[in-house]
Nanobody, 126 residues
Framework: VQLQASGGGLVQAGDTLRLSCAAAEHTFSLNNVAWFRQAPGREREFVAAIRTGDTNRYYADSVKDRFTISRDMAKNSVHLQMNRMKPEDTALYYC????????????????????WGQGTQVTVSS
């Protein structure tokens, strides 16, 4: 699965942005997908995840109630809606996917995922 992340840009604090993660393969809809981010000088961190057959959505505490992850079956993509953005959201955002459904406790670990996109830059100015 080749993932293509898009939608990054430069916004001001309080603005919204929507990231998309798409793949050409029809099997992408069967994948469990997550967003991670990495700021300069920091480790890659979990942001949000969506699991097949699971109505729950999983978020890092730092983005809960501001970000929403969703799947668009018609467009074979997964979106990350980011609201009320903060300067600390500035990072390179990656989408990742795994075919076989992981246990929920594993969703926030980068090693869980098999496929990775190239990253899209998000910059939030204060």
């Amino acid at each position: 699965v080749q993932l293509q992340a898009s939608g990054g840009g430069l916004v001001q604090a309080g603005d919204t942005l929507r990231l998309s993660c798409a793949a050409a393969e029809h099997t992408f809809s069967l994948n469990n997908v997550a967003w991670f981010r990495q700021a300069p000088g920091r480790e890659r961190e979990f942001v949000a995840a969506i699991r097949t057959g699971d109505t729950n959505r999983y978020y890092a505490d730092s983005v809960k109630d501001r970000f929403t992850i969703s799947r668009d079956m018609a467009k074979n993509s997964v979106h990350l809606q980011m609201n009320r953005m903060k300067p600390e959201d500035t990072a390179l955002y990656y989408c990742a996917a795994k075919l076989h459904r992981p246990i929920s406790s594993a969703l926030r670990f980068a090693d869980t995922y098999t496929y990775w996109g190239q990253g899209t830059q998000v910059t939030v100015s204060s």
